[in-house]
Every structure is written in structure tokens, then in C-alpha cells.
């Protein structure tokens, strides 16, 4: 049944990675092309940069479990290099079960009506003429916190197999 888990949070990654990945090229090209347009050409297009806008958001969130997942978390390394080495697997299940579930547990919970909200109505750009769709990049913070929970369960449950 880890196993099992294990296996699903590294399909979870592969297609978190993938869509950062996206999200990350489409970022650039919107952003190269809207200065071409600017000024090389003296036009703009309010729907590119909400597109590049959009990019950027769905990026930086989605980037945390993903960094999540392979290890790139910040630690005190000057205490946790002299402690025993069975104390960084102990310590991050702690940190888990204490600190990073139950914090993000909340974004979700208390995003949860809000990104309802957004579906509901369809919103899309607060820029008039814009882009519609921001309904879909807010849906991008409370999925990023349940990949955080799952990343990080997958960290402590391998360090446990290890």
C-alpha cells in the first residue's frame, strides 16, 4: 500500500513538473512577445499579458511541491549536520505531522470557498478586456497545498522504507 502511494506521488510530481514546465515556457514567449510588440511595434495586447500573468501564478505555486518533493527545503544545516543521522527523517516527520499538513490543510480549508466562488461565476481578468479563465489559476492554490501534503507524506513515508 506505500508502495502504492509512493508510486502515485511521483506520477503527481512528473505531471505537476509538466505543467510548471508549461506554465514556465508559456511565461517566457508571453513575455518576449509583448515586449517585441511594445516597443518594436508601439502595440500590446492586455490579453497576452494577462496570459503571462496567469503563466507566472500557476508557476510560482506550483513550484513548491515540486521543490517539495525533491528535497529542496531549507534546514538549520549548522545544527542538523553535528545531530545523529537518524535524526533528519525523525525531524521531518514532525515538521509534517505538525507544521506543514496542518498549514496548508488550512489554505485549502480556507480557500476552499473562494476558488467555489470563482468556478461558479467563471471569473476571469479584473482587467477590462482581458483574459477569462482566472477561475482556473486560482484553482492553483488549494491543489498546490494538497500536493504539498501528499509531497511531503511521500518524504516521510520513503524515509521510513529507507
Not at 516597443?39 to 495586447?45: D, K, N, V
Request: charged letters at 10%; hydrophobic letters at 60%; glycine letters at 12%.
Amino acid at each position: 500500500m506505500i508502495a502504492g502511494f509512493l508510486r502515485f506521488a511521483r506520477a503527481l510530481d512528473r505531471a505537476t513538473l509538466a505543467v510548471c514546465m508549461a506554465a514556465g515556457g508559456i511565461l517566457v514567449v508571453m513575455v518576449l512577445i509583448n515586449v517585441v510588440l511594445r516597443y518594436g511595434f508601439g502595440a500590446g495586447s492586455i490579453k497576452m499579458q494577462d496570459l503571462a500573468s496567469y503563466a507566472f501564478a500557476v508557476f510560482l505555486i506550483l513550484s513548491v511541491p515540486v521543490c517539495h518533493a525533491r528535497g529542496g527545503h531549507v534546514r538549520v544545516e549548522v545544527i542538523s549536520e553535528r545531530l545523529p543521522a537518524g535524526y533528519l527523517p525523525r525531524a521531518d516527520a514532525v515538521a509534517w505531522l505538525f507544521f506543514l499538513a496542518p498549514v496548508f490543510a488550512l489554505i485549502v480549508w480556507a480557500g476552499w470557498g473562494q476558488t467555489l466562488f470563482a468556478w461558479t461565476i467563471g471569473e476571469g481578468s479584473t482587467t477590462p478586456g482581458g483574459l477569462g479563465g482566472l477561475y482556473l489559476v486560482k484553482a492553483a492554490l488549494p491543489v498546490a497545498a494538497v500536493l504539498m501534503i501528499v509531497q511531503g507524506l511521500a518524504t516521510v513515508l520513503s524515509a521510513g522504507r529507507a
